[in-house]
């Protein structure tokens, strides 16, 4: 039997270009369409699930253009910056709007952009507005907003003696541990989980339940009246302002600035009034008491935002059937 291997090797090289011919394509999907992504945390439930598998649309506010292109295709987040580049928006089929869930690079990281981690949190202020948290209401341009959305807050359950896992199943109370797992507190009189203001209201009624206290948190549930940036805004910077803008001056827009002894720095001269160059977004997490988001680090800029949150497949963990390929 003889071995041809001239067609071994043509056959080999055909493989190779087919698979790297592959990878482009899947590359350019993922780059210019969207992509799957898998939610870690529990911070936009009841919405969207720990575990869930979603699908991150790139069309509808239009894809961005690498910052750092020594990247590993098709695995976010591993890439060498030994070349930055300028970033650029392609147009889409819309901006982004209140109420939108979003997938956007988190800022405080020290990262170029399109390095960074990817968070998903529902937009709920956009460039120009005013916003204002009271009592865990949210007020935009004084008006009361997302009082339609089921949100989630923290609540102090007591029971008469414990209760067994399996009623704790039955009322879908629990909390995450460490590796964002649900844990039934089962056997404790007294436990704190994270529910909906509806779901509250229904376990009340349970004969095991005494009581379910609402719990109020003054850094979640209240944030004094803040104007998001919009581009163009011109701000006048105050010792009372000062920690709201000095990331938006020191990193997001690509200033040669510096923060010495109480004073702003820009090419070396003190500025007192400093211009927006982009528009920013206020996000926030629907399951409110425990959402890292706009609360505690500020404005997201605009090219910072990845996609559009559009479709959640699946989950592994939790799987429901009935929530598959639900719409978001």
Not at 37 to 50: C, D, G, K, N
Not at 64 to 90: E, M, V
Not at 197 to 221: C, N
Not at 289 to 311: A, C, Q
Request: one cysteine or more; aromatic letters at 12%; glycine letters at 6%.
């Amino acid at each position: 039997m003889k071995i041809n291997a001239e067609k071994i090797q043509k056959e080999g090289k055909s493989t190779i270009k087919d698979f790297f011919q592959v990878l482009i394509m899947v590359s350019l999907f993922s780059w210019l369409i969207g992509w799957r992504s898998v939610v870690p945390t529990s911070s936009l439930e009841p919405t969207i699930q720990a575990g869930d598998h979603i699908i991150i649309s790139k069309l509808n506010y239009g894809a961005i253009t690498p910052a750092t292109p020594l990247q590993l295709p098709l695995i976010h987040g591993y890439g060498l910056d030994w070349i930055s580049l300028p970033t650029y928006r392609l147009p889409g089929f819309s901006e982004v709007e209140k109420g939108d869930i979003v997938g956007f690079f988190y800022p405080p990281e020290d990262k170029p952009v399109d390095l960074k981690t990817i968070y998903l949190k529902r937009c709920v202020a956009t460039p120009g507005d005013t916003i204002r948290i009271k009592n865990a209401d949210i007020y935009i341009n004084g008006q009361l907003m997302f009082d339609d959305v089921e949100t989630q807050h923290q609540f102090e359950v007591i029971t008469e003696n414990g209760l067994s896992k399996k009623k704790l199943e039955k009322l879908d109370l629990y909390h995450y541990d460490h590796n964002n797992d649900k844990v039934y507190p089962s056997g404790q009189r007294k436990f704190i989980v994270h529910i909906s203001e509806q779901k509250a209201e229904a376990i009340r009624k349970d004969p095991h339940i005494k009581a379910v206290k609402s719990i109020v948190s003054r850094e979640a549930d209240f944030y004094p009246t803040t104007r998001v940036p919009k581009k163009g805004d011109i701000v006048k910077l105050t010792s009372k302002n000062r920690q709201l803008y000095l990331p938006i001056i020191l990193k997001y827009e690509n200033n040669n600035a510096k923060f010495v002894e109480g004073k702003v720095f820009i090419d070396g001269k003190e500025v007192k009034e400093y211009e927006v160059q982009q528009d920013y977004y206020f996000m926030m997490g629907d399951n409110r008491h425990n959402s890292l988001d706009s609360r505690f680090w500020g404005f997201v800029p605009e090219d910072h935002i990845y996609g559009k949150g559009t479709i959640v497949l699946f989950n592994l963990k939790e799987f429901d059937n009935s929530r598959m390929f639900k719409s978001l």
